[in-house]
Nanobody
Framework: QVQLVESGGGLVQAGGSLTLSCAAS????????MGWYRQAPGKQRELVAV???????TYAVSVKGRFTISRDNAKNTVYLQMNSLKPEDTAVYYC??????????WGQGTQVTVSS
């Protein structure tokens, strides 16, 4: 059974930093691409960043240069380091991965709130 458990969210002032973690189980973590998504109130869920099995990364334009996605295959964990946070970064952040059949798995989400 695949499980993704996010942690590290919270309340931070604009300009501050947070690091999110997502611990995965039930998958061969090292061969899976892992992604971070977010959903703000009244908006659709959007891609924030993705890291491939080889460590290649892709970022949304809105976070490029401020956020860094990384992975530790020994710990089955993916991270999202968020710097220079803005009020518009406020959202529930979700970790996600896709299995070989194309089925998407999601964590329960962690709330990030950035105050101005």
């Amino acid at each position: 059974q695949v499980q993704l458990v996010e942690s590290g969210g919270g309340l931070v002032q604009a300009g501050g930093s947070l690091t999110l973690s997502c611990a995965a189980s039930g998958i061969i973590f090292s061969i899976n691409a892992m992604g971070w998504y977010r959903q703000a109130p009244g908006k659709q869920r959007e891609l924030v960043a993705v890291i491939g099995s080889t460590g290649s990364t892709t970022y949304a334009v809105s976070v490029k240069g401020r956020f860094t996605i990384s992975r530790d295959n020994a710990k089955n964990t993916v991270y999202l380091q968020m710097n220079s946070l803005k009020p518009e970064d406020t959202a529930v952040y979700y970790c996600s991965t896709r299995d070989s059949r194309g089925y998407d798995y999601w964590g329960q989400g962690t709330q990030v709130t950035v105050s101005s």
